[in-house]
């Protein structure tokens, strides 16, 4: 039974992610100062254009559908899936559009959000065990705190859509444990840092350490570290 329910939640989050650009291209454009640049740097593309893409389908269903084996492969079934399986698909289409755009539209944050913390209170409220959703909960508020403070005191190199989706991680993680939610969050930061620095050195360049990059597919991928590796440090 287990196997059949994980089969076919791999196949449920691939077909979201192929159906993922119909919610895109509907996705309202940005405010005005929602994502500032500087004068010589190109204007994005829209939520329509990124969403037209030919590869943005493909990318979404095959993320969606590795993300969705990754859970069903390292976590319990039951509230674990009920709260992370849902979001995976929304995280990977968030990843590829921040990827684009250096936006995280909370159309789609916000939503997700408010979904794993309706189960996660629902799981509190029926479960025997609590530990879970308060670990999740706690998780929403310190990580999501911490990474406003960071957007706070530089808001120049962290935008207010990676501190949303931080709070929405810092719940997904949170449930899971102590060690995932810092394998997580430490894994993303790893991960954007290290290739800009191998990549600046390689150039010669000091002047790429300062371009400005999108953090959220870092964020994103982060956390599936902290999935698949936060156990092994339990």
Known sequence: MTLALGIAAV???????????????RLPPPAADAGERPADEPAPP???????????????ALGSAGGAALVCLR??????????LPAVPVLVVLALVDARTRLLPSRLVLPATGLALAVTVTEAVIADDRAPAVGGLIGLVAVRTAFWLLWWLHSAGLGFGDVRLAGLLGLLLGRLGLAETFVGLYAAFVLFAVPGLVWALVRRDRSLLKRAYPFGPFLVLGAFVGIALGPLWK
């Open 75 to 84: 976590l319990d079934a039951g509230w674990d899936w009920a709260v992370v």
């Open 11 to 25: 196949v449920l989050c691939a077909l979201a992610g192929a159906l993922s650009p119909a919610i895109v291209r």
């Open 46 to 60: 829209s939520y329509p254009e990124v969403a037209a893409s030919p590869w943005f389908a493909p990318a979404a």
